[in-house]
């Protein structure tokens, strides 16, 4: 995650790809996604959404990420 990270925030094409997400959702409500992932692998958690009280700032630059690994 932190290459990842590393990579969008120097502005370059960062490692891995996209399998699923949703856009922002209004505040108190919900929103899912259905993604297939396979067991061992890793893969990352990460909010692109903008952060109003952070001159836009997007929510990953602020540490709104996390590492999942898939276990059986």
């Known amino acids: 995650m932190a290459d990842f990270v590393a990579a969008l ?3 370059e094409r ?4 996209m ?7 209004d505040t108190d409500q919900d929103g899912y996604f259905t ?3 396979e067991a061992g692998k890793q893969y990352g958690l990460i909010c692109f ?6 001159n836009a700032t997007p ?7 996390r590492d999942l690994t898939v276990t059986n």
Do not use: E, I, R, Y
């Open 19 to 25: 399998v699923g997400g949703l856009t922002a959702v």
């Open 9 to 11: 925030a120097a502005g």
């Open 59 to 65: 929510h990953f630059m602020m540490g709104m990420v």
């Open 49 to 54: 959404v903008p952060s109003v009280a952070n």
């Open 35 to 37: 993604a297939t992932f």
């Open 14 to 17: 960062p490692p891995g790809k």
